[in-house]
């Protein structure tokens, strides 16, 4: 980690933006660091019809001022800006000069190109551009990630998703992190006025589609998929069975998600997010099976007042625990049922001021961790994995010093129980690159301990034949019953 450095940020005067001010804040704002700016040659503009189309979003989403993508100008920078040169201890180039002879440098790469174009390209493209933090002399990859982004459908949003990321991995590099992109790099866009245009008539269309189907259905509606299995389960399968799946029903008014079964005292319960249509926000709920099944209808066991989703269950000292997601209240909170199913005791906060998603705890070579994704100050709330780890649930909860140990949004968010299969450690997670929730992965852990983090994505299931729908979202499997869940067309009339 590097803990005392002198900073020089190199930026183009031609395309200066408000999150190049923002980084330079964070960056001064960092221990034992000085921030220093220097202007690079005048380089070439970005085609007007990129202004032109950010301008036009602006007005047609309602998008408030002072954003990442907003234009700045070089008087901003003047708390950075020294008119002297400065012997800098790196150099982290955003300009894409050519770096000067014995500096040490550092450049960020959209699709291994120093532009911020290639980004733009991307996204026009409807796919979001490979970063990478490179060493400018000998081109190794410091940090790289493949962010993903909540606003397809708009360009500006998009692109600041990117440059939400690319402002972690850039500060995430100075602290020693060292997650990689083991993925494909897809050939740098180029961008202009036809590519612009072509992107803005499909996001209009689309846009309008989007509107008339929320107009007539439920959006989302997801339901949940359940089968008894005494053979081989799906990640035995390393696939979706043939049929065998039954839906949970609903009544239509609200869905159910994110389904966990649990045992306890011989007693077989699902646990599940409960989404009102209505109330626009979700408690747990739970419903019994016996052998034949679900025993009547879900009902409500935990309701924090706030939207409640993922209710990760598990056994810990012959008691039941259950961590539900609770992203409104920036916490990760731990609870102990106290009379099974339906009552439950708050008995911690195991993160506070963080919006961590979907945390998933399991033990590993003799502690337990935590794994969980993390937006930060803006991005998707999917691409980001953190790790934690403690002595016990209760913790205190340690963050890796690596984190964050991974950057993809095809495999960073997790989608269910670890399990250890054959020696083997089987992590579902959410491949979240067409949407949330569009497709599941399974992910073997190769490498977790205090250095390091290595996954290698062994299958990915989707939608099809035999699971009908959008999406695949969520695994999990205890006893003999095993769970699924994705997404469905649901009228609204």
């Known amino acids: 980690m590097v803990s005392s450095i002198r900073l020089t940020v190199r930026l183009s ?25 220097v202007w690079a040659r005048s380089g070439a503009k970005l085609p007007s019809a990129v202004a032109l189309l ?45 770096a000067a002879a014995g500096e040490r440098t550092w450049r960020l790469t959209f699709d291994g190109v120093s532009d ?59 602290e020693g992190a060292t997650t990689r992109y083991r993925g494909g790099v897809c050939r740098a866009a180029g961008i202009g006025p036809v590519a612009i245009s072509r992107f803005a008539a499909k996001a209009l269309s689309n846009a309008i589609a989007l509107r008339l189907y929320r107009l007539c259905y439920q959006a989302p509606h997801w339901r949940v998929g359940w089968r008894f299995v005494d053979g081989p389960d799906v990640i035995d399968l390393g696939a979706l069975p043939d049929g065998g799946w039954h839906d949970l029903a609903d009544d239509g008014k609200r869905f159910y998600a994110d389904p966990f079964p649990a045992i306890h005292d011989g007693r077989m319960c699902l646990f599940l997010e409960d989404y009102d249509h209505r109330l626009g926000r979700a408690v747990i709920s739970a419903v019994e099976f016996d052998q034949r099944g ?23 000292q012959d008691q039941t625990w259950m961590v539900p997601e609770t992203c409104s209240t920036a916490t990760v909170d731990l609870y102990r049922a106290s009379a099974f199913p339906d ?22 070579g003799g502690r337990w961790w935590m794994l969980a994704t ?11 994995l ?19 140990i991974l950057v993809d949004v095809a495999s960073a968010r997790p989608a269910g129980h670890v399990v ?74």
């Open 374 to 384: 993390v937006q930060g100050d803006a991005g998707s709330y999917s691409d980001v």
């Open 116 to 174: 911020e174009a290639a980004a733009i390209g991307a996204l026009a493209q409807g796919r979001t551009p490979v970063l990478a933090v490179v060493d400018a002399a000998s081109g190794q990859q410091i940090v790289s990630g493949h962010p993903g982004t909540e606003s397809k459908q708009s360009l500006v949003l998009a692109f600041e998703d990117v440059l939400a990321r690319a402002a972690m991995l850039i500060m995430a590099a100075l």
């Open 54 to 98: 950010f301008a036009l979003e602006r007005l047609i989403y309602r998008l408030a001022d002072a954003r990442a993508s907003d234009a700045a100008v070089a008087a901003d920078f003047a708390p950075f800006s020294t008119g002297l040169p400065q012997a800098a201890d790196l150099v982290v180039d955003l300009s894409a000069t050519d």
């Open 294 to 316: 679900p025993v009547g209808t879900p009902r409500p066991v935990l309701d924090t007042g706030s939207h409640a989703s993922y209710p990760f269950v598990f056994r810990y």
């Open 343 to 364: 009552r439950w005791v708050k008995e911690a906060t195991l993160l506070s001021g963080i919006v961590a998603s979907d945390a998933t705890l399991f033990e590993h």
């Open 386 to 404: 953190h790790a934690w780890s403690a002595d016990t649930p209760l913790g205190p909860w340690r963050p890796h010093r690596r984190n964050p």
């Open 420 to 493: 250890i299969r054959g020696g083997r450690i089987i992590r579902p997670v959410q491949n979240c690159t067409d949407g949330y929730g569009a497709a599941l992965g399974l992910a073997e852990i190769i490498r977790l301990d205090d250095e390091t983090y290595e996954q290698r994505v062994e299958a990915m299931l989707r939608p099809g034949r035999a699971w009908p729908g959008r999406r695949l979202h969520t695994l999990n499997h205890v006893g003999r019953l095993e769970c699924i869940d994705g997404s469905r067309s649901l009228r609204k009339f």
């Open 13 to 37: 005067p031609t395309r200066l933006r408000q999150w190049h001010l923002r980084l330079l804040r964070r960056l001064a704002a960092r221990p034992g660091t000085t921030v220093t700016v």
